[in-house]
């Protein structure tokens, strides 16, 4: 009896610490959630007819972040590795952002990302794109950011 009581326990507390980590997100819109500094984590291209590229940010791009403000701005600070030379490059760009339909609108460059996943500390992001304006999706990137 003790055993199935203290299993009980166990399960009522383990089920009350998890539950708990979902509300935390619950009652914000993704206007809140994006607002912050995000790190990448991973991008996935997908090509059509060709298998899924995964790619990791190396030590230079581990460096980029891209915050987004409460007041539609966005900054993106971007690293990069110049093959050629071997050095990491840093570029500084940002913008207008707004948030429609559960899509992430870049205004500056007309980008619309489909918002696959936001939470308080990860946000998924897709990117289609019609490369040979046919009206079909030619290739798919799905970003990985973290705070």
């Excluded at 539950?19 to 935390?24: G, Q, R, V």
Aim: proline share 1%; with cysteine.
């Amino acid at each position: 009896m003790k055993k199935l009581l203290s299993l009980l326990t166990i399960g009522a507390l383990s089920l009350n610490f998890f539950s708990c980590k979902d509300d935390d997100d619950s009652g914000k819109s993704l206007d809140d959630k994006i607002v912050g500094i995000w790190k990448l984590e991973k991008t996935v291209y997908q090509e059509t007819g060709t298998p899924d590229e995964v790619e990791y940010p190396d030590d230079c791009a581990k460096k980029s972040t891209t915050t987004f403000n409460k007041d539609n701005t966005y900054k993106s600070d971007e690293y990069y590795t110049d093959y050629q030379t071997d050095k990491c490059i840093n570029e500084v760009y940002g913008g207008i952002y707004k948030i429609e339909k559960g899509n992430l609108h870049i205004i500056d460059d007309e980008t619309i990302f489909k918002i696959q996943e936001i939470s308080s500390n990860k946000m998924v992001l897709l990117l289609e794109e019609d490369v040979d304006l046919d009206g079909k999706v030619d290739s798919k990137v799905i970003v990985t950011f973290i705070k």
